[in-house]
């Protein structure tokens, strides 16, 4: 009775299985769409390396023996077990179950991506994701080094090297705090605004980038007091009075009913910014990345 493991193959456990639960190796055959005679041999072969018989051959059939009753109920459990890892290896290759490394920027993480993500898990709740925050240069960045799989962040210089679709848009406003001379201003630019005392992100935020550049071009140059690291101190910052800020539309309406700040629209067209989802190439994608891919950008 020794290494049965390496005696006994799947394929006559299976055709065994048929013929008890046909009570005819006829039958059984036919439902395998195997010969009757190969049936047999299989059926022999078991009972050659037990050494005791599992079936009585009979007239109208078969009957299976109390050796055969034992192989059949752990027959069909290995059969069992191998038809459930099946199914589950099938949910890899549908994108239902797995692990996806994401990483996003603070404008995504912060407005977009929490409802996205929660909605993608509540029809795929055996995916899971990793999601890590970085600045636009540092999703470029991650994609490349192959230490995420998806990235989102703004199209940025750098983006055109990535396969990429489009996720969302998101509009830049001027926060104030409430008592400040733009507070009631229906709209501003940057031109109104270039000499104001900022709050400002880290110097590697694409935001803290873009508004750089855009005051270069207005040949000035941004008088920012104060960095810090989160768009909740910076509206923090804002409402203490400690300078302006240009934020997310949607991270300053978060802030309107709690601290003393008032949004103004920006008019300029750079104020309109688009998010995409950057990866290297989608074929090369597992099936559970692509799964959020699409979902992704199908949610806007």
């Not at 050796?67 to 199914?87: D, F, K, N, P, Y």
């Not at 996205?116 to 999703?139: C, G, K, M, T």
């Not at 201003?185 to 104001?196: C, H, K, M, T, Y």
Request: proline share 3%; glycine share 6%; with cysteine.
């Amino acid at each position: 009775m020794n290494n049965l493991l390496r005696k006994i193959d799947l394929t006559s456990l299976r055709l065994f299985v048929a013929v008890c639960q046909e009570r005819n190796i006829a039958r059984a055959a036919e439902r395998e769409f195997i010969a009757p005679s190969a049936v047999s041999r299989r059926i022999a072969e078991i009972e050659a390396i037990i050494g005791l018989p599992v079936i009585h051959r009979e007239s109208r059939g078969i009957s299976v023996t109390p050796v055969g009753e034992t192989v059949l109920r752990h027959a069909q459990a290995v059969i069992g077990s191998i038809e459930a890892m099946g199914a589950e290896l099938s949910q890899f290759s549908s994108g239902a179950k797995g692990k996806v490394r994401l990483v996003g920027n603070l404008s995504a993480i912060v407005q977009f991506l929490p409802e996205d993500i929660a909605a993608f898990q509540r029809v795929f709740p055996n995916v899971d994701i990793d999601l890590e925050e970085q600045s636009s240069a540092n999703v470029m960045r991650n994609i490349l080094a192959r230490t995420a799989d998806l990235g989102i962040c703004n199209a940025i210089a750098g983006a055109d090297q990535f396969q990429q679709l489009p996720y969302r848009t998101d509009r830049l406003f001027l926060m104030v705090p409430g008592n400040h001379a733009l507070s009631s201003a229906v709209a501003v630019g940057l031109a109104d605004i270039v000499n104001e005392r900022f709050v400002g992100l880290d110097s590697e935020s694409a935001l803290t980038q873009l508004l750089a550049q855009e005051a270069a071009n207005l040949g000035a140059a941004l008088n920012i007091k104060i960095r810090v690291s989160s768009l909740d101190a910076l509206c923090r910052m804002v409402h203490v009075g400690l300078g302006i800020a240009v934020v997310p539309q949607q991270i300053g309406e978060m802030y309107i009913n709690t601290l003393d700040v008032r949004l103004v629209p920006i008019r300029d067209p750079w104020a309109v910014r688009h998010l995409i989802v950057i990866f290297r190439d989608y074929e090369q994608l597992t099936a559970t990345a692509a799964s959020l891919v699409n979902f992704l950008v199908n949610k806007q």
